[in-house]
């Protein structure tokens, strides 16, 4: 058995998935540039050590999400213009995630028997004394990038049911007037897809996602809002500005005074979270 035989059987995940994860990176990094022609089908089954079916079942993943096109009689080229698959920017601070947020459009998804209360680490905060759960699936364009398991505050919920209900309960929560915030963070992990998580995302079982928790805690200490958010890895990108916190910022068409005013927190609150997010 040849040492690339013996990572792909290190996996579970098919082999016509495996090579065309291999070849998706090759057109990503540009080592395969735009309009470029690739290695013939006989050359790529060569280079991969896997049968022919598994190399074709490879190229039509990558030709479906628009990475590929085959031409008659001349080969397989690479898009003249690449799809961009990471278009979800999970943000760092709270002014711009609740902007990005504030045109999703949930589907809800009914939960027999949702716990009644989130589990809380250090630093989360307290719990409420009660809480509505709401669980959602986010799509762009028909396709599900996104799992949304959310504890709301049970007096937060009340407010504005209707609301709550068919909007994103964070951009809900950023607008209710009389709401103090005293912490707000966000923490990213990988993990990999369940059966309910891959049969919701439509993506296979034990394929990579990113696991977003968010919590939202009150000037009296008490979690408001904390989400479990599981995102297909393959439409995520997390971009950093590492010296935000060296210079002045606001929200677009703000001042910096109004946007931490309407953020709920001011700019040294924004700070921490994203401090926290990075340790």
Known sequence: MSKLQKTYDRSRVPLYIQVASVMRQRIESRAWQAGQKIPTLVELE????????????AVEILREEGLLHCQQGRGTFVADKAVNRHWVKLATEWSVLVESIKGNVPRRIKVDNPPAFPTLAEGEGTP????????????KKDQPYGIVNTHLAKQIFERDP????EHPALAVLADL???????AHQTVVIGSANLQEADLLKIAVGAPTAECRCVVIDNDGIAIYVSDITYRSDAIKLH??????SRPHSRVGDRPDEASKSAGCDTTRERSARE???S
């Open 128 to 139: 409420a004394p009660g809480y509505v759960y709401l669980s959602s699936l986010q799509f």
């Open 46 to 57: 060569m280079e991969f050590q896997v049968a022919r079916v598994t190399v074709r079942q």
């Open 177 to 183: 007037d009389n709401i103090e915030v005293q912490h």
């Open 162 to 165: 209707k609301a709550f209900t």
């Open 276 to 278: 926290r997010l990075l």
């Open 240 to 245: 950093i500005d590492l010296l935000a916190g």
